[in-house]
């Protein structure tokens, strides 16, 4: 060992780095937590970080990849890129470009007297008194390489020592970044095309044909007017952006407030609100907050549309409350998470009703007995395939548009 390279110190009460990650560093299933603690251990094994990142990309309708920041002293911070951040300079200029084109790492000491500063982020590290950065690429199974970057800010930079260090945990950090971004996916998955809390089950591995339960919920069903129509006349690009407008406007309020949007069926989509009775009737009021905040929502929306010359959106809601099979259905090796039973067939029937009352917003009997807004009673009505007539009731304020939240409840007592 030369002069330049001293021998690192230990410390008395945590193992080495790479001993960690094998024995329980490899057992933190949080990304960040993982990466801050192996900085931690980095640091107490002698290697002077000041500032160390992790770039993983993702399977992510939204985001391209997530970072993690770590500064020595301070919170380590997670950051989602979004998709098209790759053809910004902010990412063309970055050495991180380099590592996912294929290169295995690049170092740039930044306390030369002539630095090699081909970056604008190495500007403005050396400003902050980074003497040493070096990036290193974290191969995976997908040819799809994470990065991982180290800065130092003691004179002299990285010592080869711990140089050699942060290349001979590489193979382990790999292994451990893989299992995330699997575990990540898997579950970015799931919330997407499942629903959090249906994702979440499906997880704890209640995953078999015929494995269902009955709760009590809310049942929301909505439906586009005039789709067929619209199918026909308009260019297949416009007819989707319409639809992910709308399906956008009506999906944003049930998930702010704790519902789970179980599946769109071409133009409609099918949610619950599932109910506890320790919670009380608290959802009932989300659910109308929900339906209000959708055609408040949409109202604006077709105010653009409409000075852009685009088709306007037309819809409606039905809210209901009933047991419903909450569970797998379907063949046995394509099942469907869903829920069953006569209360979604009368919130879908209660639905098709808005068309002949021409009424944005319907709810039925059980779901008006246990909201607490305002409701005007639209009379009963036969529905089809269901033997009682049901009496029908909206919420005017909601189908204004107007927050339910601001009229005045009805009197409980």
């Known amino acids: 060992m030369n002069e330049h390279s001293p021998a690192l110190p230990s410390h008395p009460s945590l193992p ?32 002077p970080l000041a500032r160390a990142t992790l770039h993983v990309r993702v399977l992510h309708p939204q ?33 991180i470009r380099v590592i996912y084109e294929g290169a295995a790492g690049l170092r740039r000491r930044l306390d030369l007297a002539d630095p090699q500063c081909d970056f604008p982020l190495l500007e403005e590290l050396r400003a902050d008194g980074i003497t040493d950065y070096v990036a290193m690429a974290v191969a995976d199974m997908s040819g799809r390489p994470a990065a991982v970057t180290w ?48 994702g979440r089950r499906v997880l704890q591995g209640i995953i078999r044909r015929g494995e269902v339960e009955s709760i009590h919920a809310i049942l929301w069903y909505c439906d586009l007017r ?32 704790g519902g789970e949007v179980l599946k769109f069926i071409g133009d409609a989509m099918l949610a619950i609100f599932p109910l506890d009775p320790e919670i009380g ?11 209000a905040e959708a055609l408040r929502t949409v109202r604006r929306l077709n105010a653009a549309r409409a000075a852009n010359g685009l088709r306007q959106i037309r ?8 047991d419903v099979a909450y569970g797998n259905i379907g063949a046995p090796d394509r099942l469907d998470f869903t829920v069953i039973g006569p209360a979604v067939n009368k919130v879908v029937r209660i639905e098709a009703l808005s068309k002949v009352l021409q009424r944005p917003l319907l709810v039925s009997a059980d779901f008006a007995r246990r909201c607490s807004y305002p409701l005007a009673s639209l009379g009963s009505h036969v529905l089809r395939g269901i033997r009682e007539p049901e009496e029908i009731f909206t919420c005017p304020a909601a189908e204004a548009g107007d927050p339910p939240t601001m009229a005045a409840k009805r009197d409980q007592t």
């Open 16 to 47: 080495d780095p790479i001993a960690w990650m094998l024995a329980e560093g490899r057992n933190i299933v949080d990304g960040k937590i993982f990466f801050a603690a192996l900085c931690e251990h980095l640091v107490a094994a002698g290697i």
């Open 63 to 95: 985001l391209l990849g997530v970072n993690y920041r770590w500064r020595r002293g301070g919170e380590i911070e997670e950051i989602g890129r979004a998709h098209g951040i790759e053809q910004t300079s902010t990412y063309l200029n970055s050495p």
């Open 151 to 198: 800065a130092s800010d003691r004179p002299g930079g990285f010592s080869t020592q711990a140089l050699s260090l942060l290349d001979d945990l590489l193979p382990i950090l790999s292994l451990i970044v893989e299992v995330h971004k699997v575990r990540r996916i898997g579950s970015t998955l799931l919330d997407v095309y499942l629903g959090a809390q249906t």
């Open 226 to 257: 005039g789709f067929t129509a619209m199918s026909d006349a308009l260019p297949s690009s416009e007819l989707v952006e319409l639809l992910d407008a709308y399906f956008e406007s009506v999906a944003a309020p049930v998930m702010a407030r």
């Open 281 to 291: 009737d608290d959802r009932v009021c989300l659910a109308m907050d929900a339906a």
């Open 315 to 322: 819809f409606g809601i039905a809210l209901h409350i009933g």
